[in-house]
């Protein structure tokens, strides 16, 4: 899930403005495939703060998705640009990177201070993450994860932030995929990170809780008590999934309930068309066909239980290497441009 371009790199594009934020990002040395060479330093067109009474977050002028938009630009796609227009004009995830946390948050959380907009922030760096899949890797032992952890917490200081903490840490447990060998020390750490970005003043905290498409929803409740969702301020559900906005709402509710009503966010970033239901189920997840984007974040979501539909997966950004994919977190324009493209 996590992209290659680096946290630190996408923050001196961010704190430089709207202008000159794409020729930054490029001298830094982080771009995407398409992304050209950095000769024009004009603001994107399209790509600003959406109203705060509605969407209080953060839309990042340097983003990979306003790199290409840029790039179709100067390419004369005016057609291409628009489409990509749908994603880049939208706040998404900042996925924090593992070299310089401390850096990357505090760049993030500046600039959309600056903006006065919130920034959503994502933790995904729980040791044997993933469990060895397309997105393996993370932090190299609880020790390491405690201090990656408390450098982003200063890094975010008493600025605004929205932060998902960990994608699948929880379902991976429950549904077998991490080894019980390594249980006990990662609910330690998903509680540790709960308490620890709780004590920052401005700063919301939910924890991820799965998707609705899941097989084993009834025994997700206690692991996520365990997991210290009590003293988060909700839950995160649909992370980089496809399930329907619908679907999800139902889910979420079904787990408030069980773990003392808390609210959750839905990532509504790629359920426009809801999941994909061809092919190989157990590859179904991994940049399916014939998908959309969908409804944009906001906080106005007309239910007291969704503090938000917010886009935590960057849309536009591959899951791994497959159906013709590059690998996790690299961003995918072909892709991209279906996602949009397929969008009412």
Known sequence: MYGSCTGRARVRAATVG??????????????SPDAGGG??????????????????????????????????????KKEDADL??????????????????????????????????????????????????????????????????DKVAKGIGDRRATVIVEPDAVMHMVDGCTEDQ???????????????????????VYLDAGNAGWGKPDQIFEPLKWAGVGEADGFAVNVANF??????????????QRVGGKPFVIDTSRNGNGPYTKGDPAENWCNPPGRALGETPTTQTGDPLVDAYLWIKRPGESDGDC?????????????ALELARNTK
């Not at 932090?139 to 994860?145: F, N, R, V």
């Open 18 to 31: 709207a202008v000159g934020a794409v020729a930054a990002l490029l001298l830094a040395g982080c771009t």
């Open 39 to 76: 000769e024009k330093t004009e603001a994107v067109p399209g790509v600003s703060q959406q109203p705060k009474a509605t969407d209080p977050f953060w839309v990042n002028p340097g983003s990979k998705a306003a790199q290409q938009v840029a790039s179709y630009l100067r390419d004369g």
């Open 84 to 149: 990509i227009r749908k994603i880049a004009s939208q706040p998404v995830g900042e996925w924090v990177g593992t070299e310089q946390p401390e850096e990357d948050a505090r760049g993030f959380t500046e600039a959309a201070a600056k903006a006065d907009r919130d920034a959503v922030l994502v933790l995904y760096n729980i040791p044997h993450r993933d469990c060895g899949q397309h997105s393996a890797g993370g932090a190299a032992d609880g020790g390491a994860y405690r201090a990656w952890l």
């Open 182 to 204: 390594y249980h006990e020390e990662r609910y330690d750490l998903l509680k540790g990170a709960v308490k620890r970005l709780k004590q920052l003043p401005n700063t919301k």
């Open 243 to 256: 399930q329907t906005t619908a679907a999800s709402k139902e889910y979420g509710k079904k787990v408030s």
């Open 323 to 335: 159906k013709g994919g590059p690998k996790a977190g690299d961003w995918f324009p072909e892709y």
